[in-house]
């Protein structure tokens, strides 16, 4: 097998592509050979050394990925070689093959592409997590997703719009605020022109959303909550601007208003009966055609460096996808 190893977390520069054993699954794993994989971006800051999770050098990053099973360790009953499943396995992504605990694989039902399968399990898991469990979202509230048009953001516009919810997608350039259109977004605002209090303002008729979807952080998230509805819910989703914002909490004593953290990884380990339910009625949906994921690029594993490079300078929509040839 080949993989990237990071020896060094100082960026994606210190990655090399080499050879390794291929390994075999011991009880309860699963050899995959790879097919696609998503990348995410605390991919990006996992090889920085910036995120929560420092993994023990040298690793092979990549967190999400889909394949077929190769081999399969003892004790694992409900797969078998030649089996089509998908992984968010938090490491060992980004290479032609990996071993993964048999639970954290999703078995894909038939005519579930691979790479949107390797677009898929992050992004909607966190987002189902977030709108319907988390938040609650019921038929006709307004959502205002923020970071819009990037992996996370094209997922929470569409669950929203299947749970039947009214969507106000926020993005940084006019071309985003199109993608998020066509994606079935209600409205859009360009949150680089400055006005974000008073488009929301003008947008919600006054009242504010009843649910923020923030994976963006940084300088939008004090003027964004002090525009949320009464009884809104906040959801902290990620820090994509890079800054922790510290909201005054009088804001959600006035509004009672409430901040919701999202883990979707430590939901999954902690509740995952319900996270199987929950991946079980995405991939309904997926089947039905209400979600699919936004797939922008879609590079060789090869080109992971230059993969790294789009997403460092924000130039994904969507989802970038890596596939092994």
């Known amino acids: 097998m080949h993989a990237w190893i990071c020896d060094n977390p100082v960026g994606p520069e210190a990655l090399s592509w080499r050879e390794l054993p291929t390994p075999s699954p011991q009880a309860g794993e699963v050899l995959v050979a790879i097919k696609a994989a998503g990348l995410n971006f605390p991919d990006l800051l996992i090889v920085q050394g910036k995120y929560q999770m420092k993994p023990t050098p040298p690793f092979v990053p ?33 290479g032609t093959h990996a071993v993964v605990p048999a639970a954290l694989l999703m078995p894909l039902p038939a005519g579930f592409a691979f790479p949107d399968a390797a677009a898929f399990l992050c992004t909607y898991g966190t987002t189902h997590h977030a709108l319907v469990d988390r938040a609650a979202l019921q038929p006709g509230e307004t959502v205002l997703v923020l970071g819009a048009a990037g992996g996370v953001g094209t997922a929470a516009i569409q669950i929203a719009k299947a749970v039947g919810a009214r969507v106000i997608a926020a993005a ?13 977004a ?6 680089s022109g400055g006005q974000l209090r008073e488009e929301i303002k003008a947008l919600t008729g006054g009242k504010g959303p009843d649910v923020v979807y923030d994976p963006v952080g940084g300088d939008l998230a004090e003027p964004v909550f002090r525009s949320i509805a009464w009884r809104g819910r906040y959801l902290v989703i990620g820090f994509a601007q890079g800054s922790i914002p510290a909201l005054p909490l009088n804001l959600a004593l006035l509004k009672g208003a409430s901040i919701v953290g999202v883990f979707w990884g430590e939901f999954a380990k902690r509740e995952p009966q319900r996270n199987a339910a929950a991946l079980g009625q995405l991939a309904g949906w997926y089947a039905a055609g209400k979600i699919k994921p936004v797939i922008e690029h879609q590079l060789s594993m090869s080109q992971l460096p230059q993969a790294f490079a789009l997403m460092a300078a924000r130039q994904v929509r969507g989802k970038l996808v890596l596939t092994v040839d």
């Open 172 to 184: 940084s350039t006019d071309e985003k605020c199109a993608l998020c259109r066509e994606l079935g």
């Open 62 to 94: 990549g967190a999400e990925f889909s394949g077929v099973v190769e081999a399969v360790g003892e004790g694992v009953k409900h797969l078998k070689p030649g089996d089509a499943v998908a992984a968010f396995a938090g490491l060992g992504g980004f």
């Open 186 to 191: 209600d409205a859009t605002l360009n949150y």
